[in-house]
Nanobody, 122 residues
């Protein structure tokens, strides 16, 4: 199983970035998918998750109204659109997949991507 994340980069505060994560080696449409992030010196934290069917997204309070998670099962890909970015959004972003019903804890996810850096400057 592989999850390949892409789309990170550097942007100024208030800007936007879109992340993608493409899965292989699993029946993607049967898995809940999520994005987590980890800033230097901090624990990995939940950002957003979405059910296998693409409904009922969950978001961390810190990103509600600014980030949007979506998925395309035909392309085995989950997306994270990030708008109105803030310096505190700076972190390595990881995608994850699990056959459960939208776990919110990192420890519950079976599969992880390699991470992509997002840097937001003030």
């Amino acid at each position: 199983v592989q999850l390949q994340a892409s789309g990170g980069g550097s942007v100024q505060a208030g800007g936007s970035l879109g992340l993608s994560c493409t899965a292989s080696g699993l029946t993607f449409s049967s898995y809940a998918t999520a994005w987590f992030r980890q800033a230097p010196g901090k624990e990995r934290e939940f950002v957003a998750a979405i059910r296998w069917i693409g409904s009922s997204p969950n978001y961390a309070d810190s990103v509600k109204g600014r980030f949007t998670i979506s998925r395309d099962n035909a392309k085995n890909t989950v997306y994270l659109q990030m708008n109105s970015l803030k310096p505190e959004d700076t972190a390595v972003y990881y995608c994850a997949a699990d056959p459960g019903v939208v776990p919110l804890l990192a420890s519950e996810y079976d599969y992880w991507g390699q991470g992509t850096q997002v840097t937001v400057s003030s």
